[in-house]
């Protein structure tokens, strides 16, 4: 039997040492990332009481050698502690039996605290992990998001309109989280819809370790919301794109792609551009073909598979050899 516990400052030499050993040049970031978010969530889990916690918490398995295993981060969905991310996950090679134990054990822990989604997003290359997650560990596939790379802004529009932008403001939140609804897929919006809280902006940005920068398009005549925007960046050089805009206001997507850059730009002339479509979304399509007609580069395609507490899938499971990592995005 896997022994499970929450990471320690003891554990670390151990984690690094996995991570190291299971990691390919490509996904090294992910370590480095990794340990960047670790001094933090220290600090973190010693201010906040665990029923006001907003922050990542990571544990780990060895096994009866005492050797560790898999390491995993899980955080729950900001505004919404009932929803809960499985960020983060390393397994050391033929340890998918402990990876399972390691994911169950999550689920238990904050099912038992009323947590009733779990989600992770996985590189649907990774067919072994998905087999893993759905059949050995009861998550069902939703939708998927494509992350693309922005390699020319090319399609930058200049001497833009911008008196319709405006910083996000949480008075906001309530019309874009009903925006973010309404242009939800219909069948998807039982598993993915929001609440208005779960885009608040936070008071204690200062141990965070991301910074996030929101603004919204605002028809000024009517008074409604017409398109959101949210970049967030880790290191002030990799910034990451997520827009909500509707199919019927889609001819705002260039004008909104173009402010976002501009403001950007302004933090660092010297940036790379992420932008997260998320197939879910009526624009879904829209937004990727207008990615794909500016040349820009497809990088990954994330699986968004969701576990609701009460709903379990058992099956046999599958003899699994290779090490795992994956790092999903947020959603």
């Not at 906040?48 to 009866?64: I, L």
Request: proline letters at 2%; a positive charge; glycine letters at 4%.
């Amino acid at each position: 039997m896997a022994k499970i516990k929450k990471l320690s400052y003891s554990d670390i030499l151990q984690v690094k040492k996995l991570i190291s050993v299971v990691c390919n040049d490509n996904v090294m970031s992910y370590r480095r990332l990794f340990f960047l978010s670790v001094p933090i969530t220290f600090i973190q889990n010693f201010l906040y009481n665990v029923h006001c916690r907003k922050f990542a918490e990571t544990y780990v398995v060895f096994d009866n050698n005492n050797n560790l295993k898999g390491v995993i981060s899980v955080q729950a969905q900001q505004g919404n502690p009932y929803k809960w991310q499985l960020k983060r996950l390393f397994l050391d090679k033929s340890s998918h039996e402990e990876g399972k134990q390691l994911v169950e054990y999550i689920i238990a822990k904050f099912g038992a605290r009323g947590v009733d989604t779990f989600y992770i997003s996985v590189d649907d290359n990774m067919t072994e992990l998905i087999e893993l997650f759905v059949k050995g560990c009861g998550f069902r596939c939703c939708s998927t998001e494509a992350l693309f790379s922005v390699s020319n802004i090319n399609f930058l529009q200049e001497n833009i309109d911008e008196k319709n932008f405006k910083h996000f403001d949480n008075s906001d939140a309530q019309q874009v989280c009903e925006l973010y609804n309404d242009t939800l897929i219909t069948h998807y919006k039982y598993s993915l819809s929001k609440e208005k809280e779960e885009f608040f902006d936070t008071f204690i940005r200062g141990i965070n370790s991301s910074s996030k920068f929101k603004y919204i398009y605002k028809d000024n005549k009517k008074g409604s919301i017409k398109a959101y925007i949210e970049i967030k960046t880790l290191d002030n050089k990799n910034y990451f794109l997520s827009t909500i805009v509707p199919p019927q206001f889609f001819e705002l997507y260039p004008i909104v792609l173009s402010f976002a850059v501009k403001k950007i730009i302004k933090r660092n002339k010297n940036f790379k551009l992420y932008i997260r479509n998320k197939k879910y979304m009526q624009s879904g399509e829209m937004i990727e073909n207008f990615l794909k007609e500016n040349h820009f580069e497809l990088l990954q395609n994330n699986a968004i598979l969701v576990r609701d507490f009460f709903k379990t899938i058992k099956e046999e499971n599958k003899v699994f050899n290779e090490a795992v990592v994956f790092s999903g995005f947020e959603i």
